[in-house]
């Protein structure tokens, strides 16, 4: 499985943006990029997936590199609520339905 | 409006004696998983359901099995557990395929005495 690298922690203001780097140099041509988060004391939840193209929805924004080789999800305004440890996960297209969680960034968020 | 529902949140076994899990759902998801955290470590996937269709992770142990009677309800049983079991255990649904996100239940968090 092709493998990810993230900061263990990074700090934010409230009200700022933030951006979560995340490296996937072996990256495969089927690999979807995930990110998940986790809230302290509550399971994973959903944050945003690409392939190839920036990705936007309601929580996030996705900036894939062109060469897919690294991938920056955006918080455009942190909030107190933001703060969790952010999992940037590959999914092989090819292999289903499978979520396999590396290290993951802790974004502490300070008022 | 809960989706994925685990019961208990909070469990207490001893040493040896079998535990049961429960995980239900409300999103009539093909998928369901079972995932294993210990503390300060990332959720580690144990085993899924496809439908019927089990699937165990090659580094689950032996000691950990898992049932689905039906679409809405997956259990995690651990027939003897050990001090080393201890951790939340996350149950989550999704459709089938990569597309599609999975949603997780609270957890249970298992403590072992």
């Known amino acids: 499985d092709a493998k990810t690298t993230q900061p263990n922690s990074m700090e934010s203001n409230e009200e700022e943006p933030v951006h979560l780097p995340c490296n996937h140099s072996?990256?495969?041509?089927?690999?979807?990029i995930h990110w998940y988060r986790q809230l302290p004391s509550q399971g994973p939840e959903y944050v945003i997936h690409?392939?190839?193209s920036n990705v936007n929805n309601r929580m996030a924004s996705l900036a894939i590199a062109e060469d897919r080789k690294s991938s920056t999800l955006i918080l455009h305004r942190a909030t107190l609520r933001d703060a969790a440890v952010y999992y940037c996960?590959?999914?092989?297209?090819?292999?289903?339905?499978?979520?396999?969680f590396g290290g993951g960034t802790r974004l502490m968020v300070k008022p | 409006d809960a989706m994925v529902i685990q019961n208990p949140r909070y469990q207490v076994t001893q040493f040896g004696k079998p535990v049961t899990l429960s995980c239900s759902q409300t999103?009539?998801?093909?998928?369901m998983y079972w995932y294993q955290q210990k503390s300060s470590q990332a959720p580690k996937l144990l085993f899924h359901?496809?439908?019927?269709?089990?699937?165990n992770e090659a580094d689950t142990p032996d000691n950990f099995q898992s049932r689905r009677p039906n679409t809405s309800f997956c259990f995690l049983d651990i027939r003897s557990p050990g001090l080393g079991d201890a951790a939340m255990y996350l149950c989550?649904?999704?459709?089938?395929?990569?597309?599609?996100?999975?949603?997780f239940g609270p957890g249970t968090r298992l403590t072992v005495t």
């Open positions: 989550a649904t999704s459709r089938a395929g990569v597309f599609y996100e999975q949603y």
């Open positions: 072996t990256i495969s041509g089927t690999d979807y």
């Open positions: 690409g392939l190839t």
């Open positions: 996960i590959l999914r092989d297209g090819g292999a289903g339905n499978m979520l396999t």
């Open positions: 999103l009539n998801h093909n998928v």
């Open positions: 359901y496809y439908d019927k269709d089990f699937n």
